[in-house]
């Protein structure tokens, strides 16, 4: 599903130039729950906006779902974000002067689906995760744990390929966070393909496979012995 050769990075950050990425290969399946760490500076986040199509190479090639990411061009990567990747953010991201389900439906506004369609969509995910009964509250009425649910549904709702969390559980309680990663593992055994950036060893315990990233380098890729089967 995920594979990349060689793939590189670097900023100009007011003349110095920082390698974030030097030569990552990478091969992630369908199905794969994956989780990337690494210390601050290390990549990780780099990987991710490469992954997640927010960002491109310099070097190096990014192949997903068998169509060659790094001769894209903007609109293909536009379409292509929209379509196979839902993200996750540390800090929801989410629209604070309308619900929850209007929340979720803004994905497919972006993907011309008509609007009974994309209530019908955003409904069905919120049901997903356990919101049905939300629907109507906007971000202000909810807690922090109910917010990134509705995040996720959000993420959920253009049915991805790829679900790309970052920091998911970074400004929850360690209960939340708990629920949060309860509610990955729920959605991995249904059939998705989870990659998870985090910093923190117990969120990464949660996936099937843990690469650790170093100085632009995938210094670690193993398979989590607790999860493996």
């Not at 619900?99 to 689906?113: F, K, Q, S």
């Not at 790829?162 to 949060?180: M, V």
């Not at 998705?192 to 670690?220: F, M, Q």
Request: proline share 3%.
């Amino acid at each position: 599903m995920i594979t990349t050769a060689n793939l590189r990075r670097r900023y100009d950050m007011g003349g110095e130039v920082i390698h974030a990425l030097r030569g990552v290969d990478l091969r992630i399946n369908r199905g794969e729950y994956v989780a990337i760490m690494g210390p601050s500076g290390s990549g990780k986040s780099t990987l991710m906006n490469l992954i997640g199509l927010l960002d491109t190479p310099d070097d190096g090639e990014y192949w997903l779902n068998g169509k060659l990411v790094s001769d894209m061009s903007d609109r293909e990567l536009a379409h292509t974000r929209n379509k196979e990747v839902g993200f996750v953010f540390q800090t929801f991201n989410l629209l604070a002067r309308v619900d929850a389900l209007h929340n979720v439906e803004t994905p497919l506004i972006y993907g011309g689906i008509r609007r009974k369609e994309r209530l019908r969509r955003a409904a069905a995910a919120l049901d997903r995760v356990g919101l049905g009964d939300r629907m109507t509250h906007r971000p202000s009425e909810m807690s922090g744990g109910q917010r990134q649910r509705v995040a996720v549904a959000r993420a959920l709702v253009t049915e991805p390929s790829i679900l790309l969390a970052d920091e998911p559980t970074g400004n929850l309680d360690s209960a939340t966070s708990l629920d949060i990663m309860a509610l990955f593992d729920e959605l991995h055994a249904g059939g998705h393909t989870i990659i998870v950036v985090t910093h923190e060893a117990d969120i990464a315990a949660h996936a099937l496979r843990k690469i650790v990233l170093r100085d632009g380098t995938i210094e670690l890729d193993e398979a989590n012995p607790e999860r493996s089967h």
